[in-house]
């Protein structure tokens, strides 16, 4: 039992909040509250979530239809939603210092990427905002109680099967479409683990800042490819106009 309290507790501060024993829906509908909540503060963007199912004998979890609203100066309404979020706690961790999740997938979410004409992009200003709201995290001495928390670390974080759509229209392009490899990201926390209530911040931003420099590179080719075409066009006219010139 004492196991089971603890790691009730584990999940109610990743997703930010303080340890309270509650009945399983109860329990999964504060963890839902709390999501919604300290997302919503640290990326300043509305943050929902469909349905939480823990299963804690388990060790095990599933976050359902998780959805970060796009910052108002961008069109799409999300910037990123997910189907299912999988847990898999490490049961053996939960009588030591270092509590352990072993894995953490996020399978096939979406990500819209705008970048604009200026050179700023949604996801980049959401990155700047969870720095600016995390900063005293980082920077702020423990108290004691602080010293009390849970310490987390996550073995292993995945983004599979991430659909990206690559918005150039204020660009004078258009959109672009691409499913990603795999992204898998590991030792999350660092050997010595983070604070449990640090760690929500910690995985969205590894997860938008993977999305982003993929984009990135996204964007790139796509703009290198259509200078190639332009290029390949503008020959074509050349000699195209020679041509009418030598036959005329």
Known sequence: MKKLILLV???????GGAFIFLSGDAINALIKTKIEQVGSDVTEQSVTVNRVDMKLLKGAGTINGLVLANPSSYSAPSVFSLNEITLDINLKSLGTDLIVIDQIIIDKPEAVVEFTENGNANIKDLLAAIKKNTASDNT???????????IIRVNKFVLAGVSLTVDLTKLGNKSHQAILADIQLSNIGGESGMPASQLGAELVKQALSSIWQQAKAEQADILKEEAKDKIKEKAKEKLGGLLDKLNG
């Open 140 to 150: 702020a001495v423990e108290s004691e109680s602080e010293q009390a928390e849970p």
């Open 9 to 15: 507790g584990v999940l109610v501060l990743i997703a």
